[in-house]
């Protein structure tokens, strides 16, 4: 059978085009836009089929490549690392997603599509108004099941579809000296919105984000990078989650995944209540996926650590990402959050003790 092309619009989305993707008679697709991605398209497609579908839903979620050329070629690291996902980690982790009917890239990753099920009428999560703590205990859970399967597998070492892999010496430093320009970016953007206090701590941060890029080498695996509300949807009655938006799948630290949802994610009044609590749940979970040799206190330290995760992502997408209102507000809730929580728990503190004993 002759592969299915990847198409470069939604129009292209036709009947035929899902008949090969499904591998069953298709008569009919009604597309419609979903979602308000900055690097990617995503459309609802509407099914009728010629036969019976053999237990195949109605609906689907399809993701293109942003239509706009310019952030088409800037975003194709992150289409790479979605076709990565979905074709080499998806099968061999535990972590609760939407099924994935089709995925497809060209060389460069300029094309790309993914054809998801529609999980509707799960809604997304609201990364500006935050969450509560059950759904923060969700996505805990969901997190374990991502990074205990796969602990240390030493394959994530050499791993090329991660957008970040493992950092190295050299690979930290240049990280390193980008997030300090991002900074900088940052505060120029966003301007009054960010307090002295936290402009200061972004400025400190930029001190430390290369000594930290190479903390604690032996705890790794595959990181989603991005796992924050906006990439969760929740059932209606707020007992089942899904993951999607896997653009920024990286490999480190594996608390820096917990830590950016909880700090990003949280009223920090809420994150100093139930955040202790979250962690314990996080680490007895990974226990359940056969990690072995992490106690729970270096899960809380590594928690404090990953707490940069945070500023890290966000700066970079205000600094190099196209800016949206929407956009802007969340970057400064999670920035205003994380600041408050890396100062509250002492990351930097932190930081600087452990790279000092390396």
């Given at each position: 059978m002759t592969k299915p092309a990847i198409p470069a619009t939604p129009d292209e989305v036709t009947a035929e085009w899902m008949s090969a993707v499904l591998g069953t008679p298709v008569t009919d697709v009604v597309v419609g836009a979903i979602g308000t991605g900055q690097t990617g398209a995503t459309y609802r497609a509407s099914v009728t089929y010629g036969g019976d579908p053999g237990g195949l839903p109605d609906t689907f979620v399809v993701k293109l490549p942003s239509q706009e050329e310019a952030v088409r070629a800037s975003a194709s690291f992150g289409y790479q690392a979605e076709h990565a996902f979905y074709t080499e980690v998806a099968d061999t982790v535990q972590v609760p997603m939407p099924r994935c009917y089709h995925c497809d890239i060209n060389s460069d990753g300029t094309d790309f599509v993914l054809v998801l099920a529609d999980m509707a009428p799960a809604v997304q999560g609201d990364q500006i108004a935050g969450c509560g703590a059950?759904?923060?205990?969700?996505?805990?859970?969901?997190?374990?099941?991502?990074?205990?399967?796969?602990w240390c597998d030493p394959a994530w070492r050499d791993f090329a579809g991660a957008a970040m892999g493992k950092p190295d010496p050299d690979s930290a430093k240049g990280l390193g000296d980008v997030f300090a320009m991002a900074v900088g970016m940052t505060?120029?953007?966003?301007?009054?919105r960010l307090s002295a206090d936290d402009a200061?701590?972004?400025?400190?941060?930029?001190?430390?984000?290369?000594?930290?890029?190479?903390?604690?080498?032996d705890r790794f695996s595959i990181l989603h990078g991005d796992f924050r509300l906006d990439n969760l949807l929740f059932d209606p009655d707020h007992t089942r989650i899904s993951v999607v938006d896997w653009q920024t799948l990286a490999v480190g630290l594996p608390a820096r995944d917990l830590a950016y949802f909880i700090a990003s994610g949280l009223d920090p009044q809420l994150r100093g209540e139930v955040e202790r609590d979250l962690v314990k749940t996080y680490h007895r979970e990974l226990l359940t996926h056969g990690v072995q040799g992490y106690d729970a206190e270096t899960c809380w330290r590594d928690y404090r650590l990953g707490l940069l995760q945070v500023p890290l992502i966000t700066a970079l997408a205000v600094a190099f990402v196209t800016s949206t209102e929407r956009g802007d507000d969340v970057m400064v809730a999670m920035i205003q959050r994380s600041c408050r929580a890396i100062r509250e728990l002492g990351s930097l503190e932190l930081i600087k003790e452990l790279a000092v004993r390396s």
């Open positions: 059950q759904e923060a205990e969700l996505a805990a859970r969901a997190l374990a099941g991502l990074h205990g399967p796969r505060k120029d953007k966003l301007g009054q200061a701590t972004l400025d400190a941060i930029a001190e430390v984000m290369t000594p930290w890029l190479l903390l604690e080498p």
